[in-house]
């Protein structure tokens, strides 16, 4: 099984955790990294992944991230790969979906992955054939039954 897990999925740790959404998230995201980890589910990133991460103001988060992708990457969607993702992610903007996470959806496609996981509500109402977009929490729930 191959994911491709969004910035603020990624992030979610270093989130206010005083909310019960948050916290349960929180707990979902440490879950999946493990079992990334322990090698049960391959990560597949990429170069829009990085820099938005390097865009982060906040040094732990940015850092903590940074390690976990260059620690766990399984498969790497690469710069030069950036006309390959700017069509697919076409497709999404046009649909809606803001430039970002566009070009995180079509690099998770291009990566043939079968989650794309996030934390963005707006993000999650979209519906695609070719990958599944889910929430932390749900994906441990899926899991759970595999």
Same mark, same amino acid.
């Given at each position: 099984?191959?994911?491709?897990?969004?910035?603020?999925?990624?992030?979610?740790?270093?989130?206010?955790?005083?909310?019960?959404?948050?916290?349960?998230?929180?707990?979902?995201?440490?879950?999946?990294?493990?079992?990334?980890?322990?090698?049960?589910?391959?990560?597949?990133?990429?170069?829009? &992944?990085?820099?938005?991460?390097?865009?982060?103001?906040?040094?732990?988060?940015?850092?903590?991230?940074?390690?976990? &992708?260059?620690?766990?990457?399984?498969?790497?969607?690469?710069?030069?790969?950036?006309?390959?993702?700017?069509?697919?992610?076409?497709?999404?903007?046009?649909?809606?979906?803001?430039?970002?996470?566009?070009?995180? &959806?079509?690099?998770?496609?291009?990566?043939?992955?079968?989650?794309?996981?996030?934390?963005?509500?707006?993000?999650?109402?979209?519906?695609?054939?070719?990958?599944?977009?889910?929430?932390?929490?749900?994906?441990?729930?899926?899991?759970?039954?595999?």
């Amino acid at each position: 099984m191959r994911i491709y897990l969004d910035n603020c999925c990624l992030g979610r740790p270093f989130d206010d955790q005083n909310f019960p959404r948050i916290a349960q998230e929180t707990q979902a995201q440490i879950f999946i990294e493990k079992q990334i980890r322990l090698g049960k589910i391959e990560l597949a990133t990429s170069y829009m &992944l990085h820099y938005e991460n390097l865009q982060c103001p906040k040094k732990p988060r940015r850092e903590y991230v940074a390690q976990f &992708l260059k620690e766990n990457t399984s498969i790497y969607i690469n710069i030069g790969s950036s006309e390959a993702v700017s069509a697919k992610a076409a497709q999404f903007i046009s649909a809606g979906i803001k430039q970002k996470d566009a070009y995180h &959806l079509a690099s998770a496609i291009l990566a043939e992955c079968d989650y794309f996981l996030s934390v963005d509500d707006r993000l999650l109402k979209y519906k695609s054939d070719e990958i599944t977009l889910i929430n932390p929490v749900d994906f441990i729930k899926i899991l759970e039954v595999n």
